[in-house]
């Protein structure tokens, strides 16, 4: 190795002399391995990775140190709380005196199996995930990030279709007295559907501060959330799985705002967070806009 070679970084002062909150890289990708349940999945992240550069004189950081110390420790360890706290204390350890703090991003989508409602079978759905963590001020602050998808059906279209079929009905079964049989085949024809309720997909996005330096299950906070929520989207399914879904939906008719309300009272109730900020989006299919809850707590979120 030539031992010559010029160190810039090193041997050259700042023209301009001040310190500067963050300085690294952005959107590296990385292979890495996400714990949950009893399993591992992998997942291919991207990775921004930052230190201060504190020392005022200083022309800049060691900028590669940082790349070397990211894929070392993350590629060759699971993702856990403990594994990120250790990688920003060495990054800044790498640096020589230049940094007092640090900080990494990473996003990835976790895929979860799922389970049909009602037959045997199976299918896969992908979330997307964000972990922020910084060390500033001798303090390790955490924040994780979910888009988590669900139905949504409109109480009020829910209410003004059942208005419609027993206006439908009344005309059809004038008598006071209605043959049970006849009835029935009435319903289930297709001629008679008098209106139908609209629907949308719809979507929590939940930006929570963590409370200790371990990271959750992943896996079971989604699922936790989803169970909250009441209509998670489905993946594979048969007949019998749609039409358990059509109950599900009708036993759960929903505003922006009552999702909304079950996702701030699950959020207040956890001990684990310390923080919160959700946005509840239900892409309307009635509407061209969308219908919005924004909530947080104290935490000085955006």
């Keep these: 190795m030539n031992i010559n070679l010029p160190d810039v970084t090193s041997g050259q002062r700042a ?9 690294g890289m952005e959107a590296i990708a990385l292979p890495i391995s996400v714990p949950h349940l009893d399993s591992t999945s992998p997942v291919t ?20 140190r940082l790349y070397l110390k990211l894929k070392d420790k993350l590629t060759s360890h699971h993702l856990t709380g403990e594994t990120l706290s250790r990688l920003l204390h060495e990054i800044i350890q790498s640096q020589e005196g230049l940094s007092e703090s640090a900080k990494i991003n990473l996003s990835f989508e976790l895929t979860i199996q799922k389970p049909a409602l009602l037959s045997n079978e199976f299918g896969y759905q992908s979330y997307p995930i964000a ?13 994780l ?9 409109c109480p009020c279209s829910s209410a003004l279709s059942r208005q419609a079929l027993s206006d439908k009905l009344s005309e059809n079964f004038t008598s006071q007295s209605i043959d049970k049989d006849a009835l029935l085949e009435w319903i289930i024809s297709e001629k008679n559907t008098a209106a139908t309720a609209h629907s949308q997909r719809s979507y929590a996005y939940l930006k929570l501060a963590l409370k200790n330096e371990q990271l959750p299950d992943l896996n079971q906070l989604i699922l936790d959330f989803e169970k909250v929520i009441g209509t998670p989207v489905q993946t594979a399914v048969k007949r019998e799985d749609e039409q358990a879904f059509a109950k599900l939906n009708a036993e759960n008719l929903m505003f922006c705002e009552d999702a909304a309300r079950r996702l701030k009272q699950s959020l207040e109730s956890n001990s684990n967070f310390s923080g919160y900020w959700f946005k509840v989006e239900h892409q309307e299919s009635l ?8 909530d947080h707590n104290e935490q000085p979120y955006e």
Excluded at 15 to 23: A, D, N
Excluded at 133 to 141: E, T
Excluded at 287 to 294: D, K, L, P, R, T
């Design 131 to 143: 972990i922020s963590r910084a060390y500033v001020l001798g303090q390790m602050q955490t924040q």
């Design 287 to 294: 509407h061209a806009h969308n219908a919005v809850v924004i």
């Design 45 to 64: 992240a991207k990775a921004d990775i930052f230190v201060s550069l504190d020392k005022p004189e200083a022309k800049g950081i060691h900028m590669s």
């Design 15 to 23: 023209l301009t002399q001040l310190p500067l909150r963050w300085v």
């Design 145 to 153: 990030s979910l888009t988590i998808p669900y139905s949504s059906t």
